[in-house]
């Protein structure tokens, strides 16, 4: 089937008025220039620096080279006519100098970046969303404790009133975190991501001082621009248990509650879920929760963030035999999730993604619609959502990437039926608008709807891009 007649035969999108659709990315995956203008090493610097940590010895020293060449992927973006954008800021562009103690002398330069390329995407008539964390903590901040260190989520607060009262002029949206989930379990349980510590009373704090980050950086944003709309996102998790069996049952809601309901529920209901407490009673005594904690985590969310790729299946594990541990985030010796030992990620069905990450879009659909049913009235987007497929390059220098056209089509279709049971769905970013930096995989996994050339810097946008234009034209999909 061609894509003109793929188009033909679609349906019209069920969305409200004024959903928007648009691409997402981040500052480490893209933007490169990682010593340009005062930028100081963040903790993925490091990390890929080191020896062994990121597939083929890949860096993000130079990415997609987007600091030189935002003009150009903005003129790409209002070419595909998307309507906006949501890309992070670089904290050690914002305030190089910071520490524990304090946030040092904001950096005019790294302000002017961002400035800059706020203006080049208003001028193209595409909102800007920006990610004030995906990632990329200051080294100084990992060298003094991290995110297991309440000071950091003391510093970050800092430094998203910085960012509110120096760009909040032009920039409206504010997405606190990106992923903590990933901060947290990744970085500091298997050590997959940076900074690459493996502790899992360390996950725990860091996952309480997100969440307070968040907060205190909702506090200091609002203060600043009290128009704004401030934004957390989360990677949920569309849990299945592998069978109806009670074990397996219960294996689910301990994953669900360590990936989604520690998060949503402090945020949203003021508390951390029981069940977690108790389960991870043997990992942390939680003491780094303090008096008013909670309460402070407890306030109006103006968008909740989802990202979603893939579902989630658990089993409970019976110890016999090797324990499955296909949960779609890498090799490690060491498990990201704390007190899950008796829990095990059993391989699922394809079709599967280059990330070997199985397809199934109905979790999109489940998660919105769940959001809606539990926390009424909370406005969603869908911050992410896409695929990596391995791309071949046409003769005539095409890339026909009907896998992601299929999987990015079923997606879209997912979200408009949330909407039609009832889910506030206000706007869709695809992930992602360039082939980037993609964590420990390096450049081997390509998620762009527009090719970049590694060697020469050339964008392509690839027959994705050239479909999800047309979708946001005709709103048919
Ligand atoms: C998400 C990240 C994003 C990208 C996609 C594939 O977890 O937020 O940066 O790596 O996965």
């Known amino acids: 089937m061609t894509i003109e007649t793929t188009i033909a035969a679609a349906p019209r999108l069920n969305l409200p008025t004024g959903f928007v659709w648009g691409a997402a990315t981040a500052a480490y995956q893209i933007e490169g220039a990682v010593t340009a203008d005062g930028r100081t090493p963040s903790i993925w610097d490091t990390y890929s620096h080191t020896p062994g940590r990121v597939l083929n010895g890949d860096t993000g020293d130079v990415a997609d080279d987007h600091y030189h060449r935002f003009r150009e992927d903005v003129a790409i973006m209002k070419e595909l006519g998307l309507q906006t954008y949501r890309f992070s800021i670089a904290w050690p562009r914002i305030t190089p100098q910071v520490t524990a103690d304090g946030l040092g002398p904001v950096n005019e330069a790294g302000i002017d970046f961002y400035s800059r390329l706020l203006d080049e995407l208003l001028a193209a008539g595409i909102t800007p969303a920006a990610t004030l964390y995906h990632w990329d903590l200051p080294q100084a901040l990992e060298d003094a404790g991290g995110w297991p260190a309440r000071a950091t989520a003391e510093r970050f607060a800092e430094y998203a009133g910085v960012v509110a009262d120096r760009l909040g002029d032009r920039l ?143 089993r409970a594990y019976d110890g ?24 095990e990620f059993p391989r699922q069905p394809g079709p599967y993604t ?54 990015l089509r079923d997606h879209v279709r997912a979200v408009s039926e949330a909407v039609a049971a009832g889910a506030p769905v206000q706007g869709y970013y695809v992930w992602s608008l360039l082939d980037n930096f993609e964590w420990g995989y390096g450049y081997s996994k390509r998620f762009g709807i527009v090719r970049v050339d590694y060697t020469t810097q050339e964008r392509t946008p690839k027959a994705s891009a050239h479909w999800y234009a047309e979708l946001i034209r005709t709103q048919t999909a």
């Open 354 to 407: 280059d990330m070997g990450w199985s397809i199934d879009a109905r979790g999109l659909t489940e998660l919105l619609v769940r959001m809606h049913r539990e926390h009424p009235g909370l406005p969603l987007m869908v911050t992410e959502n896409g695929a990596a497929f391995p791309d071949a390059v046409e003769e005539d220098g095409s890339i026909r990437d009907e896998d992601r056209i299929a999987y």
């Open 320 to 343: 016999v035999g090797e324990r499955e541990e296909a949960d779609g985030h890498g090799d490690s010796a060491v498990s990201p999730w704390p007190a899950c030992a008796d829990i």
């Open 172 to 314: 409206h949206t504010f997405i606190t975190l990106n992923e903590p989930w990933c901060s947290a379990y990744l970085g500091y349980g298997s050590g997959v991501h940076a900074p690459g510590r493996t502790d899992h009373a360390d996950v725990l704090a860091a996952v309480h001082h997100l969440n307070l980050a968040h907060s205190l950086a909702t506090t200091a944003i609002r203060a600043a621009r009290p128009d704004a709309t401030v934004g957390l996102t989360l990677n949920l998790a569309w849990v299945n248990p592998a069978t109806d069996a009670p074990a397996d049952v219960a294996a689910a809601q301990r994953i669900d509650g360590l990936q989604n309901r520690v998060f949503l529920d402090p945020v949203l209901r003021g508390s951390y879920p029981q069940d977690i407490l108790v389960a991870t009673s043997s990992v942390t005594d939680w003491s780094f929760v303090r008096d008013g904690d909670l309460a402070l985590i407890h306030q109006p969310l103006d968008v909740l963030g989802v990202n979603y790729y893939s579902p989630t299946v658990v």
